[in-house]
């Protein structure tokens, strides 16, 4: 059974910083790519950022570029999302995701939310103005 468990979410300042951790266990597959999204209230879940398995390949959405960095620690199997100078337009709702990419494959683009099967319960961050 997929396991998918996000922390590090809570009420943060404007222009303070946020590191979500994500540690995901219990799929079958050995390539996969790990990504961050996120849904503000009343918005659609849109694509953060993700890193593939693979090759430690990043890529981010074109609406956060540079702005928040993913990065992962295999030794302790799990994904961070790191963002300096958080806005209050930052609130959300942070979840991570496990997508299966294709055997010594790296990744290209976010991965659409339509194909994400398996989720975690997602963190609720919120920047207070």
């Known amino acids: 059974e997929v396991q998918i468990v996000e922390s590090g979410g809570g009420l943060v300042q404007d222009g303070g910083s946020l590191r979500l951790s994500c540690a995901a266990s219990?799929?079958?597959?050995?390539?996969?790519?790990i990504g961050w999204f996120r849904q503000a209230p009343g918005k659609g879940r849109e694509g953060v950022a993700c890193i593939s398995s693979n090759d430690g390949n990043t890529v981010y959405s074109d609406s956060v570029k540079d702005r928040f960095t993913i990065s992962s620690d295999d030794a302790k199997s799990t994904v961070y999302l790191r963002r300096n100078s958080l806005k209050p337009e930052n609130t959300a709702v942070y979840y991570c995701a496990v997508d299966e990419i294709g055997p010594r494959s790296s990744i290209g683009d976010m991965p659409p939310v339509s194909r994400i099967t398996s989720w975690g319960q997602g963190t609720q961050v919120t920047v207070s103005s």
């Open positions: 219990g799929f079958t597959f050995d390539d996969y790519a």
